[in-house]
């Protein structure tokens, strides 16, 4: 899209920069003659002898632009003519993209992925790299073991701890010489073609910025993830923190400790310590929960030891337009609203109307200062995913059958928080939950597994493969911390069915234990291990750096 724009800029400007007059009735392109153009290529324009007869020679602007030997005349005469030239070269420009070209006979299939989160890299674990070579491109190297990030906002676990580089998740990405990892975002897709087109994030100093490339590819697997929901709200993204990524929990965290520090200073008024050391989460689900227990438990354990100045000030406010954690047993959900009132977190119903940088307006009228507002209301299809051309299931992810694959299209795959199953299939829509993405991400290594044994791997040769049976989601119950060594774990299939539930201490074991086992890396889990005994014995940090 960038490009079009570029060139219909370049397309108005074309009179002033390229075009020049030789006479009144010759146009020079470049030392070419006007009358030697042709449409040829655009029959329901009209040419120029057409035009000439109704409308005098000396009052047309016969400005024209060359632009890779192409003769093209002005915009603003010809606009049928501007739009298939914009197209075209549009398309012209991402045929002189550099990147990967499509693979030779006798080298192995290439897989394309699109993201690096659960999805993808469970997928990228387990894949047969003697069968496949695999490019991942996404704008992050690493994964990030979101259930633990609400700790880190608050220094009971360090941002190493959660985020896993891609290179150590699938080695072959760096020692494999036809496999690669690109830091980049994919800007389009071309299932005709089977090439991607990306373009590289940040500012590195190349020819040009951003600079811009192409994949092909055998198979496509999109799993770029989802944004943050924010049903439209003015101000959220301007003036709210969300916590989906590493360096959105790092912004927290120095938010959250530069308010403390700002607090203390002489000749702040009292009514503005306290909108400083309001904290507004928006969103009762696990994250915003678990971010409220842990700010709960910074509040109790840190603040009142290392900023007793204020300590009489620090608030916390959770904010739901219905009951937190709907998709727990209606016991645990009680027990979680009763522990959370007792651990200082007052709970609000409402629905946000205005976000303002200092204060909140919610639907009934009521304004609601803030010092630090984090927006946890889930997530919706990104603005890529919205973009391609592709069958979109209920709620504008990307449409996917029994074994998500694209059906529109060959070769194409979609899975995790951006897939969900089309309304032929008789499915729901599964939530976006990190067991979901994992699962999928498994399910379709198997099959690339199926399919490559079966000489499928390349492109258009896996139409005709069995692919044996599709995908089936068992839920394996959900885990939220409440903070204060207190937890939730509800092992019921669905919201409806009937299996165990219990909260308390044991619980919190239970939710540690599981998800020091599911963090991806050995260094990981050493590095969570020693985070939670230095916290338990030392303190959090509370050290702002940046």
Not at 70 to 96: C, G, L, M, N, W
Not at 240 to 258: D, P, S, T
Not at 421 to 434: I, K, S
Request: aromatic fraction near 10%.
């Amino acid at each position: 899209m960038a490009f079009a724009r570029i060139v219909q800029g370049n397309l108005r400007r074309a009179g002033a920069a390229i075009g020049s007059f030789r006479d009144g009735n010759e146009v020079v392109f470049r030392g070419t003659p006007a009358d030697s153009f042709s449409f040829s290529s655009f029959e329901s324009v009209p040419t120029r002898s057409d035009f000439s007869n109704h409308l005098p020679v000396s009052k047309i602007n016969y400005s024209c632009n060359w632009s890779r030997g192409i003769k093209t005349t002005p915009h603003d005469q010809f606009p049928v003519a501007e739009r298939a030239f914009v197209e075209s070269d549009y398309e012209y420009e991402r045929d002189r993209y550099p990147g990967l070209e499509p693979t030779k006979p006798g080298e192995k299939p290439r897989v394309v992925v699109l993201g690096t989160g659960w999805a993808a890299c469970r997928f990228m674990k387990g894949l047969d790299m003697n069968m496949y070579d695999i490019v991942c491109v996404s704008p992050r190297n690493h994964m990030v073991f979101t259930p633990l990030l609400p700790s880190t906002c608050v220094g009971t676990l360090e941002f190493r701890s959660v985020a896993e580089p891609v290179g150590r998740i699938q080695p072959a990405l760096a020692a494999t010489p036809n496999s690669y990892f690109y830091l980049a975002s994919c800007t389009g897709v071309d299932t005709d073609k089977h090439e991607v087109y990306c373009e590289t994030v940040g500012d590195g100093g190349l020819p040009q910025e951003p600079y811009q490339f192409k994949v092909a590819y055998d198979k496509l697997v999109i799993a770029a993830g989802a944004e943050p929901l924010t049903f439209g709200v003015k101000g959220v993204k301007e003036h709210a923190y969300f916590l989906r990524e590493v360096n959105h929990a790092q912004e927290i965290r120095k938010k959250l400790l530069l308010n403390l520090m700002l607090s203390e200073n002489p000749g702040i008024s009292e009514e503005e310590r306290k909108r400083l050391l309001h904290c507004v989460v928006i969103g009762g689900g696990p994250t915003g929960v678990e971010f409220s227990g842990e700010l709960s438990d910074f509040i109790m354990k840190d603040v009142r030891e290392r900023f007793s100045h204020v300590k009489d000030y620090i608030k916390v406010t959770l904010i739901e337009a219905n009951e937190i954690l709907s998709s727990f047993d209606v016991s645990l959900r009680q027990y979680a609203t009763n522990h959370l009132t007792r651990s200082g977190v007052c709970l609000k119903r409402g629905v946000v109307k205005e976000v303002h940088a200092k204060k909140i307006v919610l639907s009934d009228g009521t304004d609601v200062p803030y010092g630090l507002l984090v927006w946890s209301t889930g997530v919706g299809p990104s603005e890529f995913i919205k973009s391609l051309s592709l069958p979109k299931s209920p709620g504008g992810r990307i449409g996917v059958d029994e074994w998500l694959r694209v059906p529109s299209v060959e070769d194409v795959f979609a899975m995790g928080d951006c897939a969900g199953f089309l309304e032929q299939t008789g499915r729901p829509v599964l939530p976006a939950l990190a067991q979901v993405a994992e699962r999928e991400g498994k399910f379709l290594e198997e099959l690339f597994r199926r399919i490559g044994k079966q000489n499928g791997g390349k492109a258009f040769c896996s139409k005709d493969v069995p692919l044996g049976d599709p995908f089936v989601y068992r839920h394996l119950g959900s885990m939220a911390s409440v903070g204060r060594n207190k937890a939730l774990v509800d092992l019921r299939q669905s919201k409806d069915a009937k299996g165990i539930s219990h909260a308390g201490f044991v619980s919190w074991l239970i939710w540690r234990s599981a998800y020091l086992t599911r963090v991806v890396s050995w260094r990981n889990r050493f590095y969570v291990m020693v985070n939670w005994a230095t916290t338990m014995v030392f303190g959090r940090d509370n050290s702002r750096i940046g």
